[in-house]
């Protein structure tokens, strides 16, 4: 108990907040938490690890049936009031409480757009999590680290897992909403604590998305520093290719050494965030350069990234499009809603790619460069069908996009990079991955860049 809690609970301020069961408001029944229950397991196993036998914890109840109908507006209601009662009540399963703040953050959405952490649940998580004591428990386990797997250790596994998990989490929501993909400083980072024969089903996959956390670190470190430097120059640019590089080359080590570890969730998540981290590169360090620098230097930069955006959608596409037809599919519907609203990306810019290269020069007698020429997006796009029903008007908006009647122009041979008009960057998702993926460039990637029509 925090120390503000302790005094407000000692001279009965708390006494008129109480969470109530869905169960005993008759909302819902046994079988269907029990139901709600083994939803969580299938879509996501990790949190399954933490969930008690029986769960007593209103707030956790209700998280989980909302987890399991996300589209419930009786239980979006309940865990309204289940939250503001949570800011005033004495909690009396503290572990329970917090776990469902995670689930909640971790829900599907109702439809697809921009919110990340649902009712802003990992802060809430984190300041529930030190007011009980359980951003120590990584110290007070290191004397017992090597033997967390023993029975007598199972609530301290539990609760590092739990820390963990609440810490992974916050970092991905950093990540998603930072204008940079910087994420929060980590004290004890999973990733820094040797890895035992301890760890179970519960810390591994936590091992390995805290491996996978640090290799993005780096470029948000970068990326901040290229933002928010006094002046431009070419160095703090380069800093942050390297650091992509650095990324690519350790996340193609980590898939293969640690995948035996990671869930197809974690897997999928770090392919479908490089994408995105390519975007907001293009953003960040590309179109939203000062005006001053003039658009050839910024050209080749395009050009890269949108080889690396095209490059990386097709790597989502092709992973989940395996999927289809075999022993285990991949049931999307059960994502965190940001989760969801990402895999739009890949399908925009293949699909908005092709739209650009099929009116290029280079798109004649039946010979194609095609972006999707080595991708199955009719099958991925009803994947994202299947995935929630807001995704059918998503992609019909995403299909009646076209690319601004410039960029034919400009994709020829020859054009003049100083006649390029300021473009956006979500023009640049697909456009400049067009460019990148043919097999022709406006300039070859090693030629010198000038101000004279090539």
């Not at 809690?5 to 029990?34: I, N, T, Y």
């Not at 460069?369 to 908006?397: E, F």
């Amino acid at each position: 108990m925090g120390g503000a809690e302790h005094v407000a609970h000692g001279l009965q301020l708390d006494h008129k907040w109480a969470m109530v069961s869905p169960l005993d408001l008759g909302l819902a029944q046994d079988v269907e938490l029990l139901d709600a229950m083994n939803r969580l397991r299938k879509h996501q196993k990790g949190l399954s690890h933490l969930l008690p036998t029986e769960p007593s914890d209103p707030l956790l109840m209700t998280a989980l049936l909302k987890f399991a109908q996300s589209q419930s507006r009786m239980y979006s209601s309940l865990m309204e009031a289940q939250l503001t009662a949570l800011d005033h009540c004495l909690i009396k399963s503290p572990f329970e409480a917090i776990l469902g703040l995670l689930v909640l953050s971790s829900t599907p959405s109702v439809s697809l757009g921009s919110t990340v952490d649902p009712y802003n649940c990992i802060e809430r998580a984190f300041i529930l999590a030190r007011k009980h004591g359980l951003e120590g428990i990584v110290e007070e386990s290191r004397a017992h680290w090597a033997n967390l797997r023993e029975t007598w250790l199972a609530e301290t596994r539990r609760k590092v897992g739990l820390w963990y998990g609440i810490v992974h989490r916050a970092a991905w929501i950093d990540f998603f909403t930072s204008p940079t993909l910087t994420q929060r400083y980590i004290q004890t980072p999973l990733s820094v604590l040797p890895p035992t024969a301890s760890f179970d089903e519960l810390l591994s996959p936590l091992y390995s998305e805290s491996i996978l956390l640090d290799l993005l670190r780096p470029i948000g470190q970068a990326l901040f520093a290229l933002k928010h430097a006094s002046c431009y120059h070419t160095g703090l640019h380069d800093k942050l290719t390297e650091a992509t590089k650095a990324f690519e080359f350790g996340l193609a080590l980590w898939m293969t050494g640690e995948e035996q570890n990671s869930t197809p969730l974690l897997i999928l998540t770090a392919l479908i965030i490089k994408p995105f981290m390519y975007l907001r590169i293009t953003t960040e360090a590309v179109t939203n350069m000062p005006s001053p620098l003039s658009p050839e230097p910024r050209l080749k930069y395009l050009f890269d990234l949108g080889h690396d955006i095209i490059q990386t959608s097709q790597q989502v596409v092709q992973y989940l499009t395996s999927f289809v037809g075999t022993s285990t599919p991949l049931d999307l519907s059960g994502l965190p809603a940001f989760l969801q609203t990402l895999l739009l990306l890949p399908y925009a810019a293949i699909s908005q790619a092709d739209k650009v290269d099929r009116t290029s020069p280079y798109h004649q007698d039946g010979v194609t460069t095609s972006s999707s020429a080595d991708v199955d997006l009719v099958t991925y796009r009803q994947i994202l069908v299947d995935m929630t029903p807001s995704a059918q008007s998503a992609l019909r908006r995403i299909d009646g996009l076209t690319p601004h009647a410039c960029w034919q122009e400009y994709r020829d041979l020859g054009s003049n990079p100083d006649d390029v008009p300021n473009f956006e960057s979500w023009d640049a998702l697909w456009v400049s991955g067009a460019l990148a993926a043919s097999s022709q460039f406006w300039f070859p990637p090693d030629a010198q860049w000038s101000t004279t029509t090539h």
